[in-house]
Structure formats: structure tokens, C-alpha cells
């Protein structure tokens, strides 16, 4: 117990106030998800502060009902015991573990409430999980025990977890291929694409020489194997640590450097000799000295979580290279606690207790990938389990729900596949949930994006990052097989709050029925992988995107991206005077320009989606007042929506459609046809007067070079005359091309009805009714 706060002078403890791109001060209120809370608060200034953190049912804290754990490191900390249902209070202060006493005031007390209904997830304290550390080697993925075994499974069944495929093309490849040569820096040390990938190629397969080889050498006990391992990890260990592959030029290429060193240590450990050991350890402990400093003292991501490519490193560099290490570096172990303890407590600044993840489903793949080989790590190294955390338990849901088979332009943010079917890596991690949860619709998820996506392995966006025939093996030996369902008795709503997405899915497993809405408002602005696209809409249907994604992911900071992806002139969405809502590089403003979702009902009709998106226009242009917009999906399967906005002086206002075709244009209503199906629009009712429709084509700013040999696109510009308040009603109907004949009716309890009657795909043939107080 701390000694009494009366027997020593105590320092003034500062409280600062969270601000937009930090931390907060947690748990507060009812909004626990998981017991024991995650507590988190923001630090001294003092980076070795150590801190007390107290908690009891008494908000005088008497030492009867109070529960105290000292000594900790950082400013952030999961108990490892739950706690009783309940209301509780808390506060922190600075600890002398010296002298083993409080240093400072006391933190204000915040009081929290667990209901009796939530998952345990404690983490047991750094000086327990050391104790379960086996330090023989290996200990990435297989201890010498797990080497055994699956050296005998192999002697009776050759093809042990997919060993065949696996030794046959990610390790046989490599004995005959020339060492890598180390990267050289780019021309004039200005970054350019084409060779900035070549060095991401480079150093993965850089991974897949050394790790497959050792593994493949160790587990056959093959010398010439073994000793092929040997030449390629010396070969990488003597890259220039400030060269080409040092963290601060090109953190990627370092990330996969560390990796492939950590890999090569571990499995051929009692292959090198002294002198080889000590060498290779010394060069991926620099290497890693320089991941980490950056991490823990320049990102700060402990205080400033927003940092992307800072966070997915615990998981792509630090964990693998930590275990590595563990048991002979103190500082390794060090960097091991923080990484366990921030993922157990902090992680995912992104995502949301739903499983959503704000980034959207191209990053989530690329983060949860690194995490899910992290947590395998950890789980099998230290016997703690991540994955009994409730975001890994749902998040599974948010491609499943976002990121639909099939679709190709049908999502949000940064997606080097866009264009293309779903990576096949977004199906290998839902699997991984699959494994951990049993979950079946997870497993058909799998099994659908594999053989949608049959023939891509090779792309940059897979083998680039992933070598799946390896993740296969591990799966498989880690995992049960899991029975896959067809999502037909899914919900077909689902909500990612935190995040402010809504995903609307029906008829999932049938292609040519299948329609996929997503609508986002969300208060992560255009921060990060992030556009600026609140309150925008992308809809597949009947077997092809209709409203889409529009661009190409050229490169990041590319022209393409600055100009035009991450700008709300490319999305389905509203500008105002021409402006668009915010999305340039300042995170905070990015982060506070962002948007909400103020309601989802499901009626007997229809579906009732609302987003204000006030605060990401106002960020450009301030004489926004409001910015709302009101989607009424139809359970007929057409689509109106309402856009209300208000300005304080006269502004004309552009609606946005965006699609990879031209589109036929008419005094008050388009028409998209592809190759499966269409999509007809009208509006409807405006209150500043009729829309003036135009057809525009290509990319507005976007450097020719980026998008040479690129097929240029389409986009609906309908402009409102200038008002100081505007209401659009706008019509939207998808449908086959293979049912000629369709007819809708909808009514709403808010007063809204409409009868609408399509009689052919070339026929306009339509009534709606719109009331007068609308």
C-alpha cells in the first residue's frame, strides 16, 4: 500500500486537457466494454515517471474497499484481475518505487459503471507473463517442442497443414534464387514511386527467403537448407543500418528488414556460432532501437494514438523481433511489455467496440493482418490471448458488412485494390476470426473472396506484404477448421457507431441479386487513410458497382490521391459554391472537420439513415450553417434521398454521382447502364429550383502522369441555383438488367410516399409524389 499522503511532501501533478488527437482520461461513465476497464490518462512530463493508480466503490478511497497497483510504467494500464459489477472511482498520482510511496497529488477522481455482463479480459502483469516465457529457440511460431511435433506429424502425413504447397512454392524458390542486394536510395534522395515499391518487394521477399528457408531447414533438418538461410540472413544483417532500409527513409523497408532479421535469428539461433549470434543479435537490436525509439518518444503513440504506420510496427517490426530477443536484452523485454500492454489497452485507435475500423477495409486488412501475426506471437510465447478482446470478437463484421464479394468501387478510404475484387488477404484474416470465434458466415466469407480473387496472389497488394501459402500453414496448424454458412439470415443493417458507418447488405450470396449500400458520417474527418466523404454513399447492385469509389490508388501523396481521392469532388456527396468538405494534411483540423450519424431505423419499409456532415464543410468553407442528408433505402430496393443545407449567405450547390461509365443525361434525371446493371436517378424537388445536369469526365488537377494508361471516368454534376437554404429530394433506382420488369411502392410514417413504375430498362416511364410540406 502507499504510505499516507500527509508523510511527505508531494509535487504538483498536472492534468492536461485531451485535445483533438489524443488520448483521454478513461474510463469515465458507463462506457466500459470489456472487465477490467482500460484506464488511461495523459503523462508527466517526465518520461520516467512512474505512476499509483487507485480504484474503489468509495469515493473517499479508505483502504478497505480500495484496490492499488504501483510501480507503473506508462500512462496507460490494464488490471489484471476483473472487477465486480458496479460503480467505482479512480485517480492516479506519480510513485517512487524506491522508496515505495506516492510523489505527487492525487489526480482528479473520475467514476465508471461495469454492468455484470461483460467480458473478462485481464492481462496478467509483466512479471508473470516473463515466467511463461520458454527462451529456447525457436520461439516465433514453433517452440523446439512444436518443432518436434509437427517433424513427426510430417514422417506419417507429407502434407501436414499444407506443408506440400507451402515447402513446394514459398521455400524451394528460394534455393536456387541470387541474394538481394541491399537497396539503394533513391535519385537525389527524392522518394518515387516506382522504385519505392521495387524496395518494399525487395525487402519482403527479403522475409520469405530467410524465414521459409530456416523454417523449412530446421523442421527437415536439412544442412544445405539450413545453410542457404544462413547466407541470406548474414547477407541482409551486413545492409547499411543508415542506408536505404533505415527507419526514418523508408519506415516499410525497415519494418520488413527487422522482421526478416528476427525470423532468421530465431529459427537458425543454434545454427549460427558465437560469433555470427552476437553479430546478427547486435545489428536487429539496432534495428529495432530505431522502430521503437520512434514509437515510444517521437510518435509518443501512447499519447498521440493517430499515427498509422507508428502503431501497426508493434505488430509488424516489434513483436516478432522482441520475442526474438527476449530473455537476452533487457531492452527487447522492455519493448515487448509496451507492445502487449498497448495493444491489450490502447488498440485500435481506429476501430470501435461494433468491430469497425475508421480507416476503412483496405487498412483494416493491412493492420489486422500484422495484428493477427502479432497476437498468434504473443499467444503462443507469453499465454495471453488478445483475441478475447470484444473488437477482435465482432470486427470480422466490418468486411464482412463493407467490403462485400464481389464489389470492386463499393468502399471507403486508401485501397490499393480499388478496381479490383477484395484482397485476398481481407478474406485470409476473417478466417483467422473464423478460428478464433467459430463464427461460419466468417468462413464463407473466406472461401467466396478466395475464389473470387483466384489469380491475384501475385499482385503487389498480396505478395507485396504477404506470403499466403506460409500464413496458410500456420493457420492451419494453430486452427480449427471452421464449417463455412451463406449469410442469408444475417441482419442486413449494421451500424459501426463509434466510427459513424452504416453498411446495408441484402442477398449477400447470390451475385446477381446481391445490393450493397455503405454510408459514412464519421467524427474521424479525413484524418489519416480517411477522405474527405462524410455523408457520402457508394452502392453495388444486381453484380456491379454503380456508385462508386471513383480514382485510382496511384500512389500515396500522388496527385491522384492529394487531388482528386482523398477530395470531396470524388465522392457521391454534395459541394458547396464548389468547395468540398476539408481534407488537406493538418490532423487536427482533418480530425474535428468530420461528421456524425444522428439516426438508423429499421421500418417496415424501409431503411432510415441520417448523417450531419455540418463540421466537415464548415472546416472550408465557414459561412456553412448545416449540411444534412437523410437515405431512405427501400426495402423494393430503390433509394431516396434528402439533402438539407444552410448557409449564411446565398450559395449554389453541386450533387455528386460518380461511376466508371458515361452516363445518359436528361432535363432533370441520368441513367447508367453497365453490363449487369443500371441505375436510374431523378430529382425530384428542389427548393431553390431545378437542377442544371451536366456529364463530366476524368480527373480535375490530377498530373497526366498518374494516370497514363488509366481508364478515365464519369461524374453527375447537378448544380442548385444560389440559396441560403436548400432541400433535394433525390431518386435513385437500381436494377437488373436481367428483370425487365419492376414495380415499386413505398411509404414512410414521416408523410413521405411515392409509387413509382419502371416498365423497361429504356423506358422512363415513372410517378412519384412528393407532399407539399416535405
Known amino acids: 500500500m502507499p504510505k499516507p499522503a500527509e508523510a511527505h511532501r508531494l509535487h504538483y501533478l498536472d492534468e492536461p486537457k485531451p485535445g483533438t488527437l489524443t488520448i483521454a482520461y478513461q474510463p469515465v461513465g458507463d462506457a466500459s466494454v470489456e472487465n477490467p476497464p482500460r484506464f488511461s490518462w495523459l503523462p508527466a512530463l517526465d518520461d520516467d515517471a512512474r505512476y499509483v493508480l487507485r480504484v474503489s466503490r468509495d469515493p473517499g478511497f479508505t483502504a478497505a474497499q480500495m484496490l492499488t497497483f504501483e510501480n507503473l510504467t506508462w500512462n496507460f494500464f490494464t488490471p489484471d484481475t476483473a472487477f465486480e459489477s458496479g460503480t467505482y472511482h479512480w485517480s492516479f498520482a506519480l510513485w ?145 543500418t543508415k542506408g536505404a532500409t533505415e527507419r526514418s527513409y523508408n519506415d516499410e523497408a525497415a519494418f520488413r528488414v527487422v522482421t526478416a532479421l528476427a525470423w532468421g535469428y530465431d529459427w537458425l539461433h543454434d545454427h549460427l556460432d558465437d560469433a555470427e549470434r552476437e553479430y546478427v543479435r547486435g545489428i536487429l537490436l539496432a534495428r529495432t532501437r530505431e522502430v521503437a525509439d520512434h514509437v515510444l518518444w517521437r510518435a509518443r503513440i501512447h499519447v498521440f494514438p493517430y499515427d498509422s504506420h507508428a502503431v501497426r510496427s508493434l505488430s509488424a517490426a516489434l513483436t516478432a523481433a522482441c520475442i526474438a530477443m527476449a530473455g537476452e536484452e533487457k531492452e527487447a523485454e522492455n519493448w515487448l511489455d509496451y507492445t502487449v500492454e498497448f495493444l491489450f489497452t490502447l488498440y ?16 483494416w486488412m493491412t493492420g489486422i493482418a500484422y495484428l493477427t501475426e502479432a497476437a498468434n506471437l504473443i499467444r503462443n510465447f507469453l499465454k495471453v490471448d488478445l483475441y478475447q478482446r470484444p473488437f477482435f470478437q465482432k470486427t470480422g463484421d466490418f468486411p464482412l458488412y463493407t467490403k462485400a464479394p464481389g464489389t470492386r468501387r463499393a468502399c471507403f478510404g ?18 483467422q476470426f473464423a478460428g478464433v470465434t467459430g463464427n461460419p458466415y466468417y468462413q464463407w466469407y473466406y472461401e467466396r473472396l478466395k475464389a473470387d ?232 424537388f428542389s427548393t431553390a429550383g431545378p437542377a442544371e445536369i451536366k456529364l ?23 448544380t442548385l441555383p444560389s440559396a441560403t437554404k436548400h432541400t433535394l429530394v433525390t431518386l435513385l433506382v437500381p436494377y437488373s438488367l436481367r428483370e425487365p420488369r419492376r414495380v415499386f411502392h413505398f411509404v414512410d410514417d414521416q408523410g413521405f410516399s411515392a409509387d413509382l413504375y419502371f416498365t423497361d430498362v429504356d423506358d422512363n416511364q415513372l410517378r412519384i409524389v412528393i407532399p407539399k410540406n416535405f
Open 453 to 684: 480473387a483466384a489469380g491475384t496472389a501475385m499482385e503487389f497488394y498480396n505478395y507485396g506484404w504477404w506470403d499466403l501459402n506460409f500464413d496458410d500453414l500456420v493457420y492451419r496448424h494453430d486452427y480449427p477448421a471452421i464449417d463455412a454458412k451463406a449469410p442469408t439470415d444475417l441482419p442486413p443493417v449494421k451500424w459501426f457507431k463509434e466510427i459513424g458507418w452504416v453498411a446495408i447488405q441484402k442477398y449477400m450470396d447470390d451475385p446477381d441479386r446481391h445490393i450493397q449500400l455503405v454510408f459514412k458520417s464519421s467524427s474521424f474527418g479525413s484524418l489519416s487513410h480517411s477522405h474527405g466523404d462524410q455523408n457520402a454513399f457508394l452502392l453495388y447492385a444486381f453484380g456491379e458497382d454503380l456508385a462508386v469509389q471513383s480514382g485510382y490508388y496511384v500512389a500515396f501523396n500522388s496527385t491522384m490521391h492529394r487531388r482528386w481521392r482523398r477530395q470531396t469532388i470524388s465522392k457521391n456527396a454534395i459541394l458547396i459554391d464548389g468547395r468540398g468538405q476539408y481534407a488537406e494534411g493538418d490532423k487536427a483540423i482533418a480530425k474535428k472537420a468530420g461528421g456524425r450519424i444522428m439516426a438508423v431505423r429499421e421500418e417496415p419499409t424501409h431503411v432510415f439513415i441520417s448523417g450531419d456532415a455540418t463540421a466537415a464543410y464548415q472546416a472550408a468553407n465557414p459561412v456553412v450553417l448545416k449540411v444534412e442528408r437523410d437515405i431512405y433505402f427501400a426495402h423494393s430496393d430503390f433509394i431516396v434521398m434528402v439533402d438539407r443545407v444552410e448557409c449564411a449567405q446565398p450559395q449554389p450547390l453541386q450533387w455528386l454521382f460518380h461511376a466508371t461509365r458515361p452516363m445518359d443525361v436528361g432535363s432533370g434525371s441520368f441513367r447508367l447502364t453497365g453490363e449487369r446493371a443500371g441505375l436510374y436517378g431523378q430529382f425530384v
Open 96 to 240: 517512487d518505487d524506491t522508496a515505495k510511496r506516492v510523489t505527487s497529488e492525487w489526480s482528479s477522481t473520475r467514476e465508471f459503471t461495469l454492468s455484470s455482463d461483460l467480458p473478462q479480459t485481464p492481462l496478467p502483469r509483466a512479471d508473470v507473463r516473463h515466467r511463461n516465457m520458454d527462451l529456447r529457440h525457436p520461439r516465433l511460431w514453433l517452440s523446439p517442442d512444436g518443432v518436434a511435433a509437427f517433424r513427426k506429424e510430417l514422417n506419417s502425413d507429407p502434407d501436414h497443414c499444407g506443408w506440400q504447397t507451402f515447402f513446394g512454392n514459398s521455400v524451394e524458390p528460394w534455393l536456387s534464387r541470387e541474394l538481394i542486394p541491399e537497396p539503394s536510395p533513391y535519385p537525389d534522395n527524392v522518394r518515387v514511386a516506382k522504385l519505392w515499391r521495387q524496395m518494399y518487394i525487395d525487402c519482403q521477399e527479403v522475409i520469405y527467403a530467410i524465414r521459409h528457408l530456416a523454417i523449412g531447414g530446421v523442421i527437415l533438418e536439412d544442412a544445405d537448407m539450413i545453410a542457404k538461410a544462413k547466407e541470406w540472413l548474414l547477407s541482409v544483417a551486413r545492409w547499411d
Open 696 to 718: 463530366m469526365e476524368g480527373f480535375e488537377g490530377v498530373d497526366p502522369a498518374d494516370i497514363e494508361g488509366l481508364a478515365t471516368q464519369y461524374h453527375i454534376e447537378a
Open 414 to 431: 486508401d485501397d490499393s485494390t480499388l478496381g479490383d475484387p477484395p484482397g485476398l488477404k481481407v478474406g485470409y484474416n476473417v478466417r
Open 348 to 363: 485500435s485507435p481506429w476501430g470501435d467496440k461494433d468491430g469497425g475500423w475508421a480507416e476503412g477495409p483496405h487498412y
